[in-house]
């Protein structure tokens, strides 16, 4: 078992592919083995969750497993995975925006009772164990100025410069224009650099 | 950090100074002007601090989560049908047996259409015979069965039990009420249990 985890090691993304396609188990965990990580981090750092970032990237390799006959080798494998995790990220943070609860109460309540009951309790949140661990992993400086970027923004840095990838797979990712791709870089790098600046100061 | 663009300089010179790939004009300028030497060292600075970000790890069992919801193909009916494939086109005489096989099939089905329609007549013709014959042979065995209840000797009391309209009618009416009944039960047994939902107080 441990020497075919060695030989799929190997092989390129394109031939383990073809060995899932196969039906060989192996290939599938090989293929989970290699992006989890960077996945699950991308996913991470977009939706500050640690939880809701493991649903999503188990959402994603599910989606992307189930469909592995429809996936067409020209393209990069790690191209065609972030491209579903990123949709699932976005789609999330739309989603999140559209059910925001005023900080006020409900916009539904009629009576100032109703408003009380209904209002965000921030103080009173305990803190978790999870929470614990998110405030030690995003906790540092760089995590929040990527956290102050807009989301766009924030899988284009993350993906050129945490994953290494070129602008034209991340074109290619985001379904965007190349030109498009490096404004937003750009635009991220200044924002990030004044972030830090202010949290530095 | 002066959060400045570099003044004489295109986002794409310094990504190419970045990449350690500058044109010699950009490096020219770079030795130059401190200002922009300042921005493009901020830049790299930025960069290397994005890079070395740790990558996270989702819990230990994330992979038998996912594999739990996968459908692998079976592998023994991709071999099959990948071996059969093979076989069939391995040689030139079993690409030839393949499209003989494959011509006598077509062939057929285009001979046995084309004789269809230029016998439309015949064909009319049989299906009338076939449908009179059926036809009677199924008179002859509904009078045979009906032959053979009268003969029974049971036959004249049960006739007896339904020889006024009014024995009739109430016959009727109970069998209509034990099939009533009897739909009702059922129902009643095969009915999904409704679940109780807890309110939460007011």
């Known amino acids: 078992?441990?020497?075919?985890?060695?030989?799929?090691?190997l092989k390129t993304d394109q031939e383990i592919v073809v060995l899932a396609r196969a039906g060989e188990e192996a290939a599938y965990r090989e293929l989970i083995r290699r992006y989890e990580r960077p996945l699950f981090s991308l996913l991470y750092r977009m939706v500050r969750d640690r939880e809701l970032a493991e649903d999503l990237a188990q959402e994603t390799f599910i989606k992307a497993l189930n469909a592995i006959e429809s996936y067409r080798p020209e393209f990069k494998f790690s191209s065609w995975i972030f491209k579903i995790a990123n949709n699932a990220a976005i789609d999330h943070l739309r989603r999140r925006e559209l059910d925001t609860l005023s900080l006020e109460?409900?916009?539904?309540?009629?009576t100032p009772e109703a408003m009380e009951a209904t209002a965000l309790q921030i103080g009173d949140r305990q803190e978790s164990p999870?929470?614990?661990?998110?405030?030690?992993?995003?906790?540092?400086?760089?995590e929040a100025a990527i956290?102050?970027?807009?989301?766009?923004?924030?899988?284009?840095?993350?993906?050129?410069?945490?994953?290494?990838?070129?602008?034209?797979e991340i074109a290619q990712i985001l379904n965007l224009p190349l030109g498009t791709v490096k404004t937003y870089i750009h635009r991220a790098r200044n924002e990030l650099r004044q972030a830090l600046g202010h949290l530095r100061q | 950090m002066t959060g400045l663009p570099a003044p004489h300089l295109t986002p794409d010179?310094?990504?190419?100074?970045?990449?350690?790939?500058?044109?010699?004009?950009?490096?020219?300028?770079?030795?130059?002007?401190?200002?922009?030497?300042?921005?493009?060292?901020?830049?790299r600075a930025l960069v290397a601090r994005l890079a070395a970000v740790p990558l996270f790890t989702p819990r230990a069992d994330f992979a038998d989560r996912v594999m739990a919801a996968v459908q692998v193909p079976d592998p023994f009916a991709i071999r099959s049908l990948a071996a059969a494939r093979r076989r069939l086109f391995a040689t030139r005489k079993s690409?030839?047996?393949a499209a003989s096989i494959a011509l006598l099939l077509v062939g057929s089905m285009a001979a046995s259409a084309l004789w269809t329609l230029a016998n439309q007549d015949t064909l009319i013709a049989a299906g009338n015979w076939l449908a009179a014959e059926a036809g009677r042979w199924a008179w002859v065995g509904l009078r045979g069965a009906a032959l053979n209840l009268i003969e029974q000797p049971w036959y004249g009391?049960?006739?007896?039990?339904?020889?006024?309209?009014a024995r009739l009618a109430l016959l009727s009416a109970l069998a209509s009420v034990a099939y009533?009944?009897?739909?009702?039960?059922?129902?009643?047994l095969l009915a999904i249990p409704a679940q109780r939902v807890a309110h939460a107080a007011a």
């Not at chain 1, 109460?105 to 009629?110: D, K």
């Not at chain 2, 009533?180 to 009643?188: C, F, I, N, T």
Request: net charge negative.
């Open chain 1, 105 to 110: 109460g409900s916009p539904h309540a009629e």
């Open chain 2, 95 to 97: 690409i030839a047996i």
């Open chain 2, 180 to 188: 009533v009944s009897g739909v009702l039960a059922l129902r009643r």
């Open chain 2, 157 to 165: 009391e049960v006739r007896g039990l339904v020889d006024t309209p």
């Open chain 2, 13 to 43: 010179d310094i990504d190419g100074w970045l990449a350690g790939a500058p044109g010699p004009a950009v490096q020219a300028h770079l030795d130059e002007c401190p200002v922009c030497r300042a921005f493009a060292e901020e830049e």
């Open chain 1, 130 to 142: 999870l929470d614990t661990v998110e405030a030690k992993e995003l906790g540092g400086q760089i």
């Open chain 1, 147 to 168: 956290a102050t970027l807009r989301p766009e923004y924030r899988s284009c840095i993350l993906l050129r410069h945490v994953e290494g990838r070129a602008y034209e």
């Open chain 1, 1 to 9: 078992m441990s020497q075919r985890r060695g030989e799929l090691a």
